[in-house]
């Protein structure tokens, strides 16, 4: 678990999070959403220690990640694994050598088991047979699934993604997500992935937390935000006619569950 405890982070006299508070659960996907310029990529930075908050504490199962000494930190960040953007695969290393770089850098493992950990992770992503190829050589959605592999290998207990359907077509986005969702729920892992794609939100939104000029507007599930009267998130999700009408269909699905039902009128 990850907890966020009032957190600010100033840029000279630009305020970019205004006392932000947050707690991303394990084995859940949390997401961080909102419009560019909303704090969210400063949120997600200053979460994994790439920036300094000016106020606030940042949590990592109950330990103060912000008052930690370098060497405390470092082995916080042993237990984070990350998924970039743009995959971020170095060209020159084969899939089986960009997977296995975490274990060079952090493991103790003999050569052989780092092969063996490594194709047990590719095997996971299902790109066991790509494993000799080069970056190159393989689909924008293949290096994602590269970058998974990669971001897993240390089994690390914290996952984050910075827009990992980025540049992809639906169709693949859509496993990219379930597969994420499938390796949280069986590592238990806490994830926290930054994104704008909207069926990652309606699909894999455990728990969401929409920004809005530096500040947490709204907080929930994939489930809640069927039903949220906020009007900002309201106009930032639903945009367009086509999504206002799907969110119609979708509350009259959610409805007829009956146990949804009952949790609506509890809350």
């Known amino acids: 678990m990850i907890e966020l405890q009032d957190i600010t982070k100033s840029f000279g ?10 707690v991303m659960e394990s084995g859940k996907v949390n997401l961080i959403i909102g419009a560019s310029g ?40 042993q237990k984070i694994g990350m998924l970039f953007q743009g995959s971020a695969l170095f060209d020159s290393m084969t899939v089986e050598q960009n ?18 950990r490594v194709m047990e992770c590719l095997e996971r992503v299902q790109l066991k047979d790509a494993a000799k ?11 994602k699934r590269v970058g998974i592999a990669r971001a897993i290998v240390l089994n690390p207990k914290y996952l984050f993604c910075d827009e990992p359907n980025s540049g992809l077509d639906p169709q693949t986005s859509l496993l990219i997500d379930k597969l994420i969702k499938e390796l949280t729920v069986e590592y238990n892992i806490t994830t926290v992935i ?15 937390v929409y920004m809005y000029q530096g500040k ?7 489930k809640d935000i069927v039903f949220s009267k906020d009007q900002k998130l ?12 799907a969110k119609e269909m979708r509350q009259l699905d959610l409805f007829k569950d009956g146990s949804w039902r009952d949790q609506l009128k509890k809350d």
């Open 13 to 22: 006299d630009k305020e970019i999070l205004k006392g932000v508070s947050a």
């Open 38 to 77: 909303s704090g969210k990529t400063v949120m997600m930075k200053c979460i994994v220690g790439l920036m300094t908050i000016n106020t606030g504490k940042i949590l990592y199962d109950q330990e103060d990640f912000t008052a930690m000494e370098e060497k405390e930190k470092k082995l916080v960040r």
């Open 99 to 116: 997977v296995m770089f975490p274990l060079d850098m952090f493991s103790r493992d003999t050569l052989r088991d780092k092969k063996k």
């Open 133 to 143: 190829k080069f970056p190159a050589e393989i689909s924008g959605g293949m290096k």
């Open 194 to 208: 930054n994104t704008h794609d909207m069926n990652t939100v309606m699909e894999s939104g455990d728990h969401i």
């Open 216 to 222: 947490k507007q709204w907080e929930g599930s994939n």
């Open 234 to 245: 309201n106009d930032f999700i639903f945009a367009s006619e086509f999504l206002r009408e």
